[in-house]
């Protein structure tokens, strides 16, 4: 386990279709989240997991996007009846939170969604 | 609402000399701000971070210098090589949670 592996790493897909992408995070880290990169432009929060709960959305997460964590692990986020505004870089990370001590993210490479 | 603005968009930068990214926040609730550099088509990675009550951090060619009655912070880039061409972004956190606020980046090109 070197890393965040994300899939798949390029999807283009025509507007109104559904998507679903796939984050395995580190084993050991509880914590998973999910971040919307547009071009030019820093990471946007979305939501996170610790384990399997879902315990904070963004309010740029539309009813459009739902998240899972099935049994803490890998995590997916679908896109419903996608928009060309959805077109972005989607970003996972995981971190370990042991305590109070909140540990340092690592990233994976990102999925590139295009909505033609 | 820009919590973490980020300034300059890019700077070009001869093989030797010196980068300095600049970032400034609002929130002061933030409690760790790290530094990410990002290559294209990859996700960011870490590269240096401070907590509120230290005014400087070095990593090897990296420093980061912090204000807190100013709400900012810079990355310094000493020495600057063309492989640091690459996109930074300063973050800002909020313990609970561990969320993180990213500025909006800075593209770098060193020049050998």
Not at chain 1, 7 to 15: E, F, G, V
Not at chain 1, 35 to 48: A, C, I, V, W
Not at chain 2, 10 to 16: D, M
Not at chain 2, 49 to 77: W, Y
Request: aromatic share 12%; proline share 5%; hydrophobic share 30%.
């Amino acid at each position: 386990d070197t890393g965040v592996s994300q899939d798949p790493r390029h999807k283009i897909t025509k507007r109104g279709q559904n998507v679903t992408f796939r984050c395995d995070p580190i084993s050991e880290h509880n914590r998973l989240y999910w971040y919307r990169q547009t071009l030019g432009q820093g990471p946007e929060f979305l939501t996170y997991f610790q384990n399997e709960a879902q315990l904070e959305k963004s309010r740029l997460l539309s009813d459009r996007f739902s998240a899972e964590r099935p049994k803490g692990s890998f995590s997916t986020l679908e896109i419903q009846r996608t928009e060309q505004g959805d077109s972005a870089m989607y970003l996972c990370a995981s971190s370990s939170q042991g305590g109070t001590v909140n540990y340092g993210y690592t990233f994976g490479s990102g999925t590139r969604l295009t909505v033609v | 609402q820009q919590q973490v603005k980020q300034s300059p968009q890019s700077l070009i930068v001869q093989k030797g000399g010196i980068s300095i990214i600049n970032c400034a926040y609002e929130n002061t609730a933030f409690d760790y701000f790290p530094w990410y550099q990002q290559f294209p088509g990859k996700g960011p990675a870490l590269l240096i971070a401070i907590r509120p009550d230290v005014s400087e951090k070095k990593e090897g060619r990296f420093t980061i210098s912090f204000n807190k009655s100013a709400k900012q912070f810079s990355l310094h880039i000493m020495d600057s090589q063309p492989g640091d061409s690459a996109t930074y972004f300063c973050a800002a956190r909020v313990d609970a949670g561990n969320k993180l606020t990213f500025g909006g980046g800075t593209r770098v090109l060193v020049k050998p």
